[in-house]
């Protein structure tokens, strides 16, 4: 029977991120993950992409992976944020921060390259999935399923970071707290005319914000909310049809768009774990929290996740201590637990307030947006929010690697 450290079911963004960071530090760390890592890259003009705050930004660095992403991001030097047929608007600007950029739009393959390429310091079970699991005073007991047969596999820590639809959530009968809001997102991406680098754009309507990320070369990364059902609907349209659909609903600040790529859509809900910890187990990520993607924070406050958990983790066991003990999950629960809610709390927020098509309600959003253009301290406080830098700052969120000396 193998035992670990560490096992991290769930090897993507969240979860390889965090094994990236901990396979520095000396612990035996395991990572479990369904599906195949070790498939070529496949870059290209549909290619999935991610935006990544200015706290994310430093997180990445700290782990030693952003030197390798940083060539293909596309950085958010502005955001402009405006309510289709009102006056409301509002606008951040990086330059009021004193930062480099807001933020980025990374393809999502450069992520994933840098994760496999960090993953190779621990052991990684692939393709393989969690069937059993029972966790005692001492152990996580798990029996994972591989294309060799089931393997039993112990360790200090569990660590659950696979996604939304969590098994090790399932398996230990956690409940959730979870709000379908009727809206599904559509995904593709579209070159624009007259692009506008630097500035991503995020355009409430009657079905909920239209986000434009800036890409390079003039493209751009849209995530548009529409009513559940109007989705098949916009998979089915011609390319023509697209965008003129688009182009209504968005209008001429960037020109014309053209080359629609792939298109995707996936319904948006809230899910909130109600226990993020358990003896020998601790939830990340999307197995913690799903959010609307109304202020792009999904894998934003899945980082931060990784960043606290990565800092206990860490000291415990420079301290020899078992990094499965309760007082070192509820040392994480209390790094985490405020940030989490309070940014469910304002995703959810702005998610219903502007769908909302009781006029009072629309004027006073548009007042609020109007309100925090003309306030910078309160653009301020915004900004810092969105990117990351309000809550607690663990060393990988100052840019700091884990082990003094180690700078991959």
Same mark, same amino acid.
């Given at each position: ?37 070790? $498939? ?9 992409? =991610?935006?990544?705050?200015?706290? /994310? ?18 950085? =958010?030097?502005? =955001? ?131 986000? +434009?990320?800036? +890409? ?17 609907? %916009?998979?089915?349209? /011609? ?44 939830? =990340? ?40 003990? /309760?007082? %070192? ?13 309070? +940014? ?36 301020? $406080? ?9 809550? /607690? ?16």
């Amino acid at each position: 029977m193998d035992a670990y450290d560490l096992v991290i079911v769930g090897g993507g963004l969240v979860g390889g991120s965090l094994a990236c960071a901990l396979g520095q530090t000396g612990l035996r760390v395991c990572v479990v993950e369904a599906v195949t890592l070790d $498939v070529a890259d496949q870059p290209g003009y549909d290619e999935r992409v =991610i935006a990544l705050s200015w706290g /994310s930004r430093r997180i990445l660095e700290g782990i030693g992976l952003w030197c390798g992403i940083a060539p293909g991001a596309a950085p =958010i030097h502005r =955001i402009h944020v405006s309510d289709r047929g009102h006056l409301g608007f509002a606008r951040l600007d990086c330059r009021e921060e004193g930062v480099d950029a807001l933020g980025y739009v990374v393809p999502a393959r450069l992520l994933g390259r840098g994760i496999r390429e960090g993953l190779r310091g621990v052991d990684l079970l692939c393709p393989a999935r969690l069937v059993g699991l029972h966790a005692d005073a001492q152990w996580a007991n798990l029996e994972i399923a591989t294309e060799g047969g089931t393997r039993v596999v112990q360790a200090r820590l569990l660590v659950a970071a696979d996604g939304g639809d969590s098994g090790v959530r399932k398996h230990l009968g956690l409940a959730v707290r979870e709000r379908r809001y009727g809206y599904d997102a559509v995904i593709t991406t579209v070159t624009a005319d007259r692009p506008q680098p630097g500035v991503a754009f995020e355009r409430f309507t009657d079905t909920g914000p239209l986000a +434009m990320l800036p +890409m390079t070369e003039g493209r751009y990364s849209v995530v548009w909310t529409v009513r559940e059902g109007e989705s098949n609907e %916009i998979l089915g349209l /011609s390319d023509s049809e697209l965008l003129d659909r688009l182009q209504a609903r968005f209008g001429y600040r960037l020109g014309r768009f053209s080359r629609p790529g792939r298109r995707a859509a996936y319904p948006l809900k809230l899910l909130l774990t109600k226990e993020t910890v358990r003896p020998r187990v601790v939830l =990340i990520g999307n197995a913690a929290h799903t959010l609307h993607p109304v202020a792009g924070q999904g894998l934003n406050l899945g980082l931060r996740d990784v960043a606290a958990a990565a800092d206990v983790l860490a000291d415990a066991w420079q301290q020899r201590r078992d990094p499965g003990r /309760s007082e %070192i999950l509820d040392g994480y629960r209390r790094l985490r637990g405020r940030d989490q809610a309070g +940014m469910a709390a304002i995703t959810d927020t702005l998610a219903r307030l502007f769908v909302n098509p009781w006029p009072p309600v629309r004027a006073a959003c548009n007042l609020g947006m109007l309100g925090l253009d003309l306030a910078p301290g309160l653009r301020h $406080v915004v900004a810092r929010r969105l990117m990351g830098l309000d809550a /607690s700052q663990p060393r990988l969120a100052r840019g700091l690697p884990l082990v003094a000396g180690h700078d991959r």
